[in-house]
C-alpha cells in the first residue's frame, strides 16, 4: 500500500553550487548544480514515513535526519533542480511504501504427506541404485 505525498516548496532547501569535473571553462563560472537539503524531523510528514525514512539507511541522510541530495547531471540549473526534487519524491515514495504484513501459515496434512511419499519415493530410487552397484 503507498501513497503519494507532496512535498511543499518551503521544507525544501535548494542551492545553487558549482558543478564538479569536466566542463571547460562554463564549469568554473556557472552555478549549474544543485544542493538539496530537506530536514525530515520538521516536515509535514506523516510520524510513520518519517520514522521510516530515517530507518531506510540511505547515506544520503544524515545522523541528524536530514536527507543531502547533489544534482549535477544537467548543465541548466532549473533541470538539475527538478531532477533533485525527483530523487527527493522517490526517497519519500520508497518510504511511504508500508510492505503487506506476513501471516504465519502452516503446511495442509496432505501437502506433508506428498512431500513425504516423495522423499519415500526418491529414497527407494537410490537405495535400487546401491543394491546393483554392490
Known sequence: MSEHFVIPPDEVEITAIRAQGAG?????????AVHLRFDIAASSLPEAIRTRLME???????RDGVIVIKAQEFRCLEKNRAEALRRLQELIDRAAFRPKSRRATRPTRSSI?????????RSAVKAGRRMKGE
Open 113 to 121: 504427506a506428498r512431500r513425504l511419499q516423495s522423499k519415500a519415493l
Open 24 to 32: 571547460g571553462q562554463n564549469v568554473n563560472k556557472v552555478s549549474n
Open 56 to 62: 531506510l539507511g540511505d547515506q544520503r541522510i544524515t
